[in-house]
């Protein structure tokens, strides 16, 4: 296959198409400027698609002093949820107390509270943990979400199923998002907005100029050559090797790589509540209402060395996570139960920190200017992606530069008030009443009022096409395809939706042929 030359000089390229450099590439275009991203996978297939999947402040950052974080996260979370209000939707976290808690000992409130009040011996008191919360409360902005509680769990759906040695509870709020839809969304509002969002395509070289870049990719389409003002390294995991291997610099700061992995299980439990829950390391998980009929559980913080290979969950990793909840709960985890598992590796900021759990998650945006301009993310976490990509574009100091955007702008199908969400899935309810109604909540949960985008005027669920499993036809296949960047069957049943948990081999085999003849 010849080379291919693209012959437009785009403002920027980005690298890299998880939450970070998708959120670039769609900041930047709502500003006018022309953007191109590859992805050598598919959209959120690392790390931005294996996180825990909240939008949260990070209560246990406190215990580290990290108040700008835990401030700028919170005061975030309410804006994302706005602007997404059908991907993202607010959840109450429940906290079992015991008097045998304690901190991870290289938080600097462990230290103090050993020298000021020795006789704790590392124990999080009662009035400590409410104080936090009160902090967690207060610290950012807070409309939508309401405020910490504290409650007897005796005769309670949530102390019913925790192990009777736990007699009081702390609830907070977070917000829970899809992670992946997330991703898959933003990049379809950049392709609206005109940017060139390329999956499957691999940057192999590049070569830099006084005033431009020259990017090789290889792709679909076999090889092309682009041009570009500026290049974004938003390449995760692989942001290093990206500047030495590729880009043939010596990188300004060092990433720290670190494994989280998560297990999922039927049901543990009949409320839609999560458990923040604290172990004897002093560490934390949570356990969280998944896809309906499961729960989550995760996460893990293992140093991880090769960005190359694939992670994977380890025996060690399952065995602390079902030992864990086990801790709290009546019934016990083992392996058994697990229905499914996933791990991926965080690309976070060497600051030096002497364990995983303490490395922070604070962002630094590295820029070379010594001749067309290249700027490296490092670090950061979902939360802060929308402000990560404001401040990525200041700092390219791009010429007739418009003001921000994004914090207003919803994303594709969250185009409504949250206070109206009863009304709207009323109306998709008249609007299909052949449709039960359970799945089309499922439907409104990935697309929001885009949901007629999907469905179209089918009358009946003969008009949806053939149906392979799980609640996905056709027509919602379709979709994906044109409008969410899906090729194979992993993308779809995994990333744009998670009905791999309830398809069999038999339905994917037909998705696999379905695809096939569609490319």
Not at 139 to 144: D, V
Not at 429 to 447: D, E, G, Q, S, V
Request: some cysteine; hydrophobic content about 40%.
């Amino acid at each position: 296959m010849s080379e291919i030359k693209s012959k437009k000089l785009y403002d920027i390229f980005v690298i890299g198409g998880g939450v970070n450099g998708v959120a670039i590439a769609r900041d930047a275009s709502g500003r006018g400027f022309s953007v191109a991203l590859a992805e050598m996978n598919d959209l959120a297939s690392a790390t931005s698609g294996s996180s825990t999947k909240l939008f949260h402040g990070g209560l246990r950052y406190l215990e580290y002093m990290e108040f700008k974080l835990v401030r700028d996260s919170l005061k975030e979370r309410e804006v994302l949820l706005r602007n997404m209000p059908h991907i993202a939707w607010p959840m109450r976290f429940i906290l079992p107390f015991s008097e045998k808690m304690k901190f991870k000992i290289e938080t600097p409130v462990f230290k103090f509270i050993s020298l000021c009040m020795p006789w704790l011996k590392g124990r999080r008191p009662s009035w400590l943990v409410r104080s936090g919360l009160f902090l967690y409360d207060n610290i950012g902005y807070r409309k939508f979400l309401k405020g910490t509680t504290s409650y007897s769990l005796d005769g309670t759906r949530e102390g019913e199923p925790l192990l009777k040695s736990f007699k009081k509870a702390f609830e907070y709020s977070d917000v829970w998002v899809q992670d992946t839809r997330l991703v898959s969304l933003m990049a379809q509002d950049a392709k609206i907005r005109g940017a060139k969002i390329m999956t499957y395509t691999k940057v192999t070289s590049v070569a830099r100029y006084k005033d431009f870049w020259n990017i090789t990719v290889l792709g679909v389409n076999g090889t092309e050559i682009f041009r570009a003002k500026n290049l974004v390294n938003a390449g995760g995991p692989w942001v290093d090797k990206i500047i030495t291997k590729t880009v043939k610099l010596m990188p300004k700061s060092n990433i720290r790589l670190v494994k989280g992995s998560h297990i999922v299980i039927k049901k543990l439990y009949n409320h839609d509540k999560c458990y923040f829950l604290q172990g004897r390391d002093g560490r934390i998980i949570f356990t969280i209402p998944y896809e309906d009929d499961y729960t989550l559980i995760g996460t893990t913080d293992v140093n991880y060395e090769n960005s190359d290979k694939s992670p994977e969950i380890s025996t060690d990793e399952i065995n602390y996570l079902c030992d864990f909840v086990s801790s709290y709960f009546l019934k016990t985890v083992s392996l058994k139960d697990i229905v499914w598992k996933y791990s991926g590796v965080r690309p976070l900021y060497d600051d030096g920190a002497k364990s995983a759990t303490a490395a922070t998650r604070e962002y630094v945006l590295n820029i070379d200017n010594d001749q067309a301009p290249i700027l490296s993310v490092y670090g950061g976490k979902i939360t802060t992606h929308r402000k990560l990509a404001e401040e990525a574009l200041d700092k390219l100091s791009l010429s007739n530069s418009s003001e921000n955007w994004t914090h207003t702008a919803p994303l594709p199908g969250g185009e409504f008030d949250i206070e109206k969400i009863l009304s709207i899935k009323d109306e998709l309810i008249k609007t299909y009443p052949f449709a039960n109604i359970n799945w089309l909540n499922t439907l409104f949960k990935r697309y929001g009022v885009n949901v007629r985008a999907v469905l179209g005027d089918a009358k009946s669920y003969e008009d949806l096409g053939h149906h392979f499993s799980g609640g996905l036809y056709q027509v919602e296949v379709k979709y994906l395809i044109e409008n969410e960047f899906a090729k194979t069957a992993e993308d779809i049943l995994w990333r744009r939706t998670k009905i791999g948990l309830k398809i069999d081999k038999v339905a994917e085999k037909k998705l696999k042929s379905f695809l096939k003849k569609e490319e």
